[in-house]
């Protein structure tokens, strides 16, 4: 028998919640930690699939992780720049992050490694990454043929040099080359023509190289130029601050239901373009107080807006939600690109919604949302979990909303529907 959940309120929500660590800054961690000279601390790591995903993938390439003497961290022996196995073949899941980080790193390498998922994962283009590890001097190659994984790295080493680089598909392609570039034999240029999809990502794979003593140097003339110099990375302690994605569903929260939620651990200093979430909840109607360490959103009578959300499209599902209880429609635009995600964040999350009662329209980079009379409807969540996480939201104030395969959440946030219910509990009187 398939398993649902269900949350409901019975008001608006008053409450705070730490959400767990921000599952991008924790793969990205892992990745210059496990390049790194020395042994690194990860604290406040995410423990969630994606992340074991990582880790055990690491562990094949024999990278040693082992949990740290507090919750939530972790110990890793960095190998200098190297990958101490010669041959692996790595099993991602339905990881992005994992598969497109670890193709490029293994291009430092010396050996044969081939990686692979579920069949979702062999329909997600990673063509632009393999030529731009061609173009670096790597042998880098779909083993379907197809541009998609699985993908096959015959590795002596990256040579270095220039190479162009698309990012209107997904950032992680730039990201992973990055994270590899220290490590090649001569300084590395990766050049971005075009336009580039969530490009705060990008900006915070800087940011943790730069924690791990890289520095880019980042130049933007006709596009953007990342100039990478030849280097390593240093052991650190690091703390890794919580997931402003998996916030953005507890902000969302105090919206639909009209209560107020505080965030803690989390400011507008965040790595995370995601925390960008609250200044559309802002234009909607909501009032957003931030702190030192805590952003709280209260709500008020929403309505509709027009918004791009290329740079913050892993909440657009969540604003989606929202939308549904607003006066007035709401059109997103500039997020073509999330069809290629774990699922097609577009057509498929259009498909829920009408389910719910909402009228929408869909088109190439986005979508229209239309208020509806809203009704409880069982939810479809094609094994995304930010597809659970987002529309469980509107079954806070429509009865009946069931999601199927909540398990799915735990790509990235296994406690999600326990924390949902526990804040949830608590309304205002």
Do not use: W
């Not at 880098?140 to 590795?155: D, F, K, Q, R």
């Not at 990478?228 to 402003?244: K, Q």
């Not at 802002?282 to 740079?311: F, K, N, W, Y």
């Amino acid at each position: 028998m398939t398993r649902t959940e269900t949350v409901r309120t019975s008001g608006p929500i008053d409450a705070r919640i730490r959400p767990p660590g921000s599952k991008s800054i924790t793969n990205r961690a892992l990745v210059c930690a496990a390049l790194a000279d020395g042994s690194s601390t990860l604290r406040g790591a995410l423990d969630s699939e994606d992340t074991q995903v990582m880790i055990a993938a690491l562990g094949q390439l024999g990278i040693k992780i082992t949990p740290g003497p507090l919750p939530r961290s972790f110990s890793v022996e960095g190998a200098g720049g190297q990958i101490p196995a010669t041959e692996a073949h790595l099993h991602v899941g339905n990881s992005g992050t994992t598969m497109r980080f670890l193709a490029a790193m293994l291009s430092v390498g010396k050996g044969h490694y081939e990686i692979d998922g579920v069949s979702r994962m062999r329909e997600r283009p990673v063509g632009d990454l393999l030529e731009a590890l061609v173009q670096l001097g790597a042998k880098a190659t779909s083993l379907t043929g197809n541009l998609c994984p699985p993908v096959c790295i015959e590795a002596d080493g990256l040579p270095g040099g220039t190479a162009t680089v698309r990012g209107d598909i997904s950032s992680q392609f730039l990201s992973g080359l990055l994270m590899a570039a220290p490590y090649a034999r001569a300084p590395v240029e990766l050049r971005v023509p075009g336009p580039l999809v969530s490009q705060p990502y990008v900006q915070m794979t800087l940011d943790v190289m730069r924690e791990f003593g890289v520095e880019v140097n980042v130049s933007s003339t006709n596009g953007a130029t990342y100039s990478v110099p030849t280097g390593t990375y240093r052991a650190r302690d690091y703390s890794i601050e919580p997931d402003a994605s998996a916030a953005s569903y507890f902000f969302a929260a105090a919206a639909i239901t009209g209560g107020r939620m505080t965030v803690e651990g989390l400011s507008r200093k965040s790595l995370q373009g995601d925390v960008a979430f609250v200044d559309e909840l802002a234009r909607m109607g909501c009032q957003i107080e931030s702190a030192d360490d805590s952003i709280t959103v209260v709500g008020r009578p929403l309505r509709g807006i027009t918004t791009r959300m290329t740079d913050i499209s892993d909440t657009v599902q969540t604003l989606a939600a929202v939308a549904c209880f607003a006066d007035g429609p709401t059109t997103i635009t500039g997020v073509g690109h999330i069809r290629h995600k774990e699922t097609d964040r577009i057509g498929d999350l259009a498909r829920e919604l009408r389910k719910l009662g909402a009228q929408v329209d869909e088109f190439p980079d986005g979508l229209h949302i239309v208020p509806g009379r809203l009704q409880g409807a069982t939810i479809e969540t094609y094994r995304d979990h930010r597809m659970a996480m987002s529309l469980a939201l509107v079954g806070l104030r429509v009865p009946g909303v069931q999601i199927l395969d909540p398990d799915c959440t735990a790509k990235t946030y296994p406690e999600f529907f326990a924390d949902l219910a526990r804040v949830t509990a608590a309304t205002v009187n």
